[in-house]
């Protein structure tokens, strides 16, 4: 499986475990405040971190990592993904999967075989805004429905994520927002940071005040609504 990117620690990554994070290249969206724009775009050029180096790294830190996460680019595009989190899970750990939930089947299918603990899906913006958000204009949403359908059935724990941009995200579009994922586990607003590789450099975050708005909204329709990304 092509690695391109490895954090040897992260205690931010999976909430609640020592973890590291494995970074996989390409995605099926072209989200204009995508921090990650060098994966999405052009992985070939990121060195290429070879398997043996993660799982040495693993069996030297067990007892002191508790879990892996999966994140990209988009993970269930890469077709050993199974393969390898086949391999993590022998060795003992937790695995965490960040995705675009467009690939329900997948997402699915990984859930069942139990090679997934937790999933952390985005939610790029209100149904009606989604493709736009999602910089991909035929986009389906019925595919991200039925992961958000499939995730919140309760088969692996979950949360759903949105990194919040002013000029994508209002009051109006988390109150469309709070009406579909009613009654979620957990829902997260990631502040809109400024980063080397943001795809489209126009975006700018809310200060914590406004994003606390946000969050008195959504908490009339979701019972734990956390904020990320601000000091």
Known sequence: MNIYGFQTLTLLDYPGVVACTVFLGHCNFRCPFCQNGNLVL???????????????HLEKRKGLLDGV????????????????????????????????????????????AGLVDYVAMDIKNSPDRYGETAGLADLDVLRIQESVEFLMCGAVDYEFRTTVARELHGRAEFERIGKWLAGCRKYCLQNYRESEFVLQPVFSGYSREQLERFRELLLRSIGQVEIRGVD
């Not at 052009?42 to 040495?56: G, K, N, Q, Y």
């Not at 390898?84 to 960040?98: A, C, P, Q, T, W």
Request: aromatic content about 6%.
């Open 42 to 56: 052009h992985p070939e050029r990121e060195p290429l971190i070879d398997e043996e180096t993660v799982f040495s």
């Open 69 to 112: 996460c999966i994140t990209g680019g988009e993970p269930t595009l890469e077709s050993e993904l199974p393969d390898f989190l086949g391999k993590v899970r022998e060795m003992g750990y937790r695995i965490k999967l960040d995705t675009n939930g467009y690939r329900p089947e997948v997402l699915k299918s990984l859930a069942e």
